[in-house]
């Protein structure tokens, strides 16, 4: 059973920064994808960064370029997204994310939710 599991969020100030984890379970995750993604109140679920899990190549969405980081450590199986220079509307309930390069499986975590206040 494969199991997500994100911890790090919580309320920081404008410019602050925050570290989220994703602790994966349940398989092996060469061959996926893994991602953040984020939902902010009333609007639709957006990516936000991914990491090829075997490659370490890495992808972000325009709007945290340069101020997020995403990376992996394959001996602990988590996955980190470290947050600098925060900004109001980056608030939202984060989700961690495996998706097999195929496509054929998809998991979600619970999601953590980062409040950051102007």
């Known amino acids: 059973q494969v199991q997500l599991v994100e911890s790090g969020g919580g309320l920081v100030q404008a410019g602050g920064s925050l570290r989220l984890s994703c602790a994966a379970s349940?398989?092996?995750?060469?061959?996926?994808?893994m991602g953040w993604f984020r939902q902010a109140p009333g609007k639709e679920r957006e990516f936000v960064a991914a990491?090829?899990?075997?490659?370490?190549?890495?992808n972000y969405a325009d709007s945290v370029k340069g101020r997020f980081t995403i990376s992996r450590d394959n001996a602990k199986n988590t996955v980190y997204l470290q947050m600098n220079s925060l900004k109001p509307e980056d608030t939202a309930v984060y989700y961690c994310?495996?998706?097999?390069?195929?496509?054929?499986?998809?998991?979600w975590g619970q999601g953590t939710r980062v409040t950051v206040s102007s």
């Open positions: 994310n495996a998706k097999s390069l195929g496509g054929i499986s998809d998991y």
């Open positions: 349940g398989r092996t995750f060469s061959g996926y994808a």
């Open positions: 990491i090829a899990w075997s490659t370490g190549r890495t």
